[in-house]
């Protein structure tokens, strides 16, 4: 129970970090991101709606006001869920544009993470299991190999094979330029069309981490000496390669599942520019290269949070895994 | 240094290294042109003059990519050393004095494992009013010390209740003499592996963020040179040598870091030594 009170009071006060990293962030630029942003919007030729002026102040920080108060109206609008207006995509605000992104990001990066995760954890139990084979020598250099190519790279060489030499699949973009996202069977396979190219980036450097971890856990654990007394009782190989192995190797995997979230929502920010696709991170570059302040912090504030809920559940799973951990935070 | 050098694989990366640092020292002698004079004829294919054909602006791709050799290696020196220092500042302390300090470090440690780093890195290149290489190495040093410091960490607290220590303690060592003069000896392996995998991902980082265009564009790197060759048109003008030469050279120079950690991991970890 201590464990996931502990784990609790973690993700609370991350969270809460997080949410003051935000605040930090834009005002501890030289210069004044939010009068030059404010400056901007009112040369816009359309009114700006005052209470999405005050948001934006409010989050981004003009100087007025001590710190603590400050602190204190951004506190509110970030519980209020008031994030502004966009600059670059003005008058929509940030939530929305934040929502339109997130299935995007959400479908490509969710498939192609449990299945790079599945793929790579079975093909390292199988390099484990048949240790200094030509399987395990074929399965664990070809990896290294492959997780020393730049991701952004095979990226724009699938680009140039695929899309643009053999025009097999189109060579960006979330769906075609004639259809519009509907709930139709046409609009689906058009969107799958193009997904295919950025998930085959993601899935090919994807396996790599979890071939590698799970390989040498299950080495180490095979090593053990539980298991060597089920080799000595003449145990199926098979079997004490999957109940006294694999089972115990792939716990560190879970939690590294949860961490390498973080880690490939940074991806998806150069998978989804090369292939220009509609999604999270693609959204932030853009908001960057057009100084959309707004944008840019509320995206920000949103992977983050999205990150630490993904490692706060991968703490609990892991809690009811494995006992020890649970007891091993208690003393 | 002699027990690596008898590792296969290790002697392979070190010499790749080698080779890396080299073209980098001599860039001006070994590139044919500048990096940056465009007096040739624009988006031409490989040929005897230009070995990797030349850009969008006339300039010529193999003197790029010789000159991107030093951007990547001093990005990899400089950040890998700085977030090293962090590393062993924030570890150190934590797991040597424990308690209270070590609850707060260690809090930041995790905090900075959690955070996603590039969102972070974009973020702030973003709000960064000055582009540039100064820049890009802050941004990767400021995001990526924790993980070391993580290890550092786990490392001193095994260290710290050992004889030798007791020892030095009695004897009046204060504990900034006993961190430095008897556990930081120790922990020499560690510390190099730490830095390697630091400098590997501010290699990384780097090229990706100048991929990105946060960079100075100004800034030859193979990162710049992905990413003005995916803007100027290399994909579809078929200029398949401008597009593969810089990924290539990138992956060359991760996978010498690679065949490096081989040898060291081998040598710390004898579950993983081949016989």
Redesign the interface.
């Known amino acids: 129970m201590l464990y996931f009170l502990r784990r609790t009071g973690?993700f609370v006060?991350?969270l809460w970090?997080?949410v003051t990293?935000n605040f930090l962030?834009?005002r501890l630029?030289?210069?004044d991101?939010a009068q030059a942003l404010l400056a901007r919007l009112q040369g816009n030729t359309q009114a700006v709606n005052p209470a999405q002026l005050a948001a934006i102040r409010k989050m981004l920080g003009t100087h007025d006001g001590n710190l603590l108060s400050q602190y204190w109206d951004y506190l509110g609008a970030v519980v209020h869920g008031q994030f502004g207006v966009s600059y670059s995509y003005y008058p929509y605000s940030v939530t929305a544009m934040i929502a339109t992104a997130l299935p995007w990001t959400l479908i490509l990066v969710g498939v192609t993470q449990i299945a790079s995760f599945a793929i790579g954890t079975l093909l390292g139990a199988w390099a484990a299991y048949r240790r200094?084979s030509r399987v395990d020598s074929v399965i664990t250099l070809g990896s290294?190999?492959v997780?020393?190519?730049?991701f952004?790279?095979?990226g724009?060489?699938l680009?140039?094979v695929f899309a643009?030499?053999l025009n097999w699949f189109p060579?960006g973009g979330g769906y075609g330029g004639g259809s519009s996202p509907s709930w139709t069977w046409l609009f689906f396979s058009d969107a799958f069309q193009h997904s295919v190219l950025p998930a085959l980036a993601l899935l090919i450097t994807g396996p790599v981490g979890w071939i590698i971890g799970m390989r040498?856990n299950m080495?180490?654990t095979l090593?053990e000496d539980y298991a060597r007394l089920a080799r000595a009782k003449g145990l199926p190989r098979r079997r004490i390669a999957l109940t006294y192995g694999a089972r115990i190797a792939i716990l560190p995997n879970v939690t590294g599942f949860a961490?390498a979230l973080?880690?490939l929502?940074?991806?998806t920010?150069?998978v989804e520019?090369?292939f220009n696709y509609p999604g999270l991170g693609r959204l932030?570059?853009e908001?960057?290269?057009n100084?959309d302040?707004p944008l840019?912090?509320a995206?920000?504030l949103f992977?983050?949070i999205g990150?630490?809920i993904a490692?706060f559940l991968a703490d609990v799973t892991y809690g009811f895994l494995d006992p020890r951990v649970r007891r091993a935070e208690a003393t | 240094m002699t027990i690596l050098w008898r590792n296969s694989k290790c002697r392979a990366g070190m010499i790749m290294l080698a080779a890396f640092i080299l073209i980098a020292v001599f860039a001006a002698v070994i590139a044919p042109y500048g990096p940056r004079v465009s007096d040739f004829g624009a988006s031409e294919g490989p040929s005897g003059a230009h070995w990797l054909g030349t850009t969008a602006r006339g300039e010529d791709v193999f003197s790029q990519l010789v000159y991107g050799a030093r951007t990547s290696l001093i990005v990899g020196l400089v950040a890998g050393v700085l977030s090293t220092l962090i590393a062993m500042a924030v570890g150190l302390t934590a797991g040597y004095l424990r308690g209270v300090v070590d609850e707060v470090l260690s809090f930041f440690i995790n905090l900075g494992l959690v955070v996603p780093v590039l969102p972070l890195m974009v973020v702030l290149a973003g709000y960064a009013p000055v582009k540039g290489l100064g820049l890009i190495i802050v941004v990767i040093t400021v995001t990526g010390w924790a993980y070391g410091a993580r290890i550092k960490r786990a490392q001193i607290i095994t260290l710290r209740t050992r004889d030798y220590i007791t020892a030095a303690k009695f004897a009046g060592d204060s504990t900034a003499r006993i961190i430095a003069f008897e556990i930081v000896p120790n922990m020499i392996s560690l510390i190099v592996v730490g830095f390697m995998g630091a400098a590997l991902g501010a290699i990384g980082a780097e090229a990706g963020l100048a991929f990105l265009g946060l960079g100075d564009p100004q800034t030859v790197s193979w990162g710049t040179m992905l990413n003005q060759a995916s803007l100027g048109g290399a994909l579809t003008t078929g200029q398949w040598a401008w597009l593969v030469a810089p990924g290539l050279v990138l992956a060359l120079l991760i996978t010498s870091f690679t065949l490096m950690n081989f040898g060291i991991d081998a040598l710390s970890n004898p579950h993983l030594r081949e016989d």
């Not at chain 1, 997780?147 to 730049?150: D, E, K, R, Y």
């Open positions: 973690f006060a991350t970090a997080a990293l962030i834009p630029q030289p210069g991101p200094n290294t190999f997780g020393t190519l730049p952004f790279w095979i724009l060489l680009i140039f643009i030499t060579d040498n080495v180490q090593g961490i973080g880690g929502l940074g991806g920010v150069l520019t090369i932030l570059l908001a960057v290269s100084k302040y840019m912090q995206l920000f992977t983050t990150v630490l490692n």
